[in-house]
T-cell receptor, first 113, second 113 residues
Framework: DAKTTQPTSMDCAEGRAANLPCNHSTISGNEYVYWYRQIHSQGPQYIIHGLKNNETNEMASLIITEDRKSSTLILPHATLRDTAVYYCIVRDMTTDSWGKLQFGAGTQVVVTP | DAGVIQSPRHEVTEMGQEVTLRCKPISGHNSLFWYRQTMMRGLELLIYFNNNVPIDDSGMPEDRFSAKMPNASFSTLKIQPSEPRDSAVYFC???????????FGNGTRLTVT
């Protein structure tokens, strides 16, 4: 059973903010939301993760709704190099080994000039 | 930090030949994961190790596949004999322990003709 639902694809104009939604309506209290991305011909790359509070780092911001049933990854100023497949994953850091989790199909983001 | 290093980057071989893929995890990481990615099936976990010990190999397709981790800094994934349906990109990933953030290598693209 998929724990997350993401749109299959989305386009974004270069320089604009890209807002990537993820639905995780069955998330439990101990499960974190993780985001990874995979640029063509490269391995998946860690972006950010959070539990309930909004998080920001040099790559992106993560906004988690108060009920934690959904989240949005924000790339504040998208560049052509942000074209990639973005994966949203939920996992319990205390019990869930990465060996038990699936990456799913993700969202293909295409940034256009 | 050199990241996870995989070799070779590309491998082309004929059906029936033995193929060995190599991985050097990030120094200090004690969990190592092997994944396979195809267009049809996405990113699939094959096997993972904690402290050089295989924990779960249920994702290994069949007996033609084997993986070893003789020490903390090296792992191999072997396919013998190889078949055309084994053509895929094989990724190695490591983490500090099996619940911390995953770090992926850039993969080995295997083509079996």
């Amino acid at each position: 059973d998929a724990k997350t639902t993401q749109p299959t694809s989305m386009d974004c104009a270069e320089g604009r903010a890209a807002n990537l939604p993820c639905n995780h309506s069955t998330i439990s209290g101990n499960e974190y939301v993780y985001w990874y991305r995979q640029i063509h011909s490269q391995g998946p790359q860690y972006i950010i993760h959070g539990l309930k509070n909004n998080e920001t780092n040099e790559m992106a911001s993560l906004i988690i709704t108060e009920d934690r049933k959904s989240s949005t990854l924000i790339l504040p100023h998208a560049t052509l190099r942000d074209t990639a497949v973005y994966y949203c994953i939920v996992r319990d850091m205390t019990t869930d080994s990465w060996g038990k989790l699936q990456f799913g199909a993700g969202t293909q983001v295409v940034v256009t000039p | 930090d050199a990241g996870v290093i995989q070799s070779p980057r590309h491998e082309v071989t004929e059906m029936g030949q033995e193929v060995t893929l190599r991985c050097k995890p990030i120094s200090g990481h004690n969990s190592l994961f092997w994944y396979r990615q195809t267009m049809m099936r996405g990113l699939e976990l094959l096997i993972y190790f904690n402290n050089n010990v295989p924990i779960d190999d249920s994702g290994m397709p069949e007996d033609r596949f084997s993986a070893k981790m003789p020490n903390a800094s090296f792992s191999t994934l072997k396919i013998q004999p190889s078949e055309p349906r084994d053509s895929a990109v094989y990724f190695c990933a490591s983490s500090l322990f099996d619940r911390s953030s995953l770090h992926f290598g850039n993969g080995t693209r295997l083509t079996v003709t």
